[in-house]
């Protein structure tokens, strides 16, 4: 695999994970049993950095050049940049489905499980925007 095709790969992943990931929040807040505005707040923090490396991904999408003219991507690399983008989106779907089918948890403690995938797993999806989405298409 590429880099560009890897960098296709994360920015599939992430655009598409964050329409998607949007929708489901607006779901969940629809048949959530804990008060709407605790939800909202919820769903809306898991949004920023993610939209932050979809709209990157985006707008590195809108300006490829025709040919792949990439190296090669390291597997070792292809594996740790796609796993960790996938765990960012797989733990934020759980903390949101959390609010439907566990009402033990309390909003306070989803909102802080929220506020810690953001942390941790954002800063290596902030690593993955910045070495694959860079200002400049590769190859440009």
Same mark, same amino acid.
């Given at each position: 695999?590429?880099?560009?095709?890897?960098?296709?790969?994360?920015?599939?992943?992430?655009?598409?994970?964050?329409?998607?990931?949007?929708?489901?929040?607006? +779901?969940?807040? !629809?048949?959530?049993? @804990?008060?709407? %505005?605790?939800?909202?707040?919820? $769903?809306?923090?898991? =949004?920023?950095?993610?939209?932050?490396?979809?709209?990157?991904?985006?707008?590195?999408?809108?300006?490829?050049?025709?040919?792949?003219?990439?190296?090669?991507?390291?597997?070792?690399?292809?594996?740790?940049?796609?796993?960790?983008?996938?765990?960012? +989106?797989?733990? !934020?779907?759980?903390? @949101?489905?959390? %609010?439907?089918?566990?009402?033990? $948890?309390?909003?306070? =403690?989803?909102?802080?499980?929220?506020?810690?995938?953001?942390?941790?797993?954002?800063?290596?999806?902030?690593?993955?925007?910045?070495?694959?989405?860079?200002?400049?298409?590769?190859?440009?």
């Amino acid at each position: 695999m590429t880099k560009l095709q890897l960098a296709k790969r994360i920015a599939a992943i992430v655009v598409y994970g964050h329409i998607f990931l949007f929708a489901f929040g607006l +779901l969940i807040t !629809l048949v959530s049993p @804990y008060d709407r %505005a605790d939800t909202v707040q919820m $769903i809306l923090m898991g =949004s920023p950095l993610l939209a932050m490396v979809g709209i990157s991904a985006y707008r590195f999408m809108s300006n490829l050049p025709l040919a792949d003219t990439t190296s090669s991507a390291d597997p070792a690399w292809v594996r740790m940049s796609t796993a960790t983008t996938v765990a960012f +989106l797989v733990a !934020l779907f759980a903390a @949101y489905a959390a %609010a439907t089918v566990n009402t033990a $948890i309390h909003v306070n =403690s989803l909102k802080f499980i929220v506020g810690a995938i953001e942390t941790i797993l954002g800063a290596y999806l902030g690593i993955n925007r910045d070495v694959m989405f860079p200002e400049e298409a590769h190859g440009k």
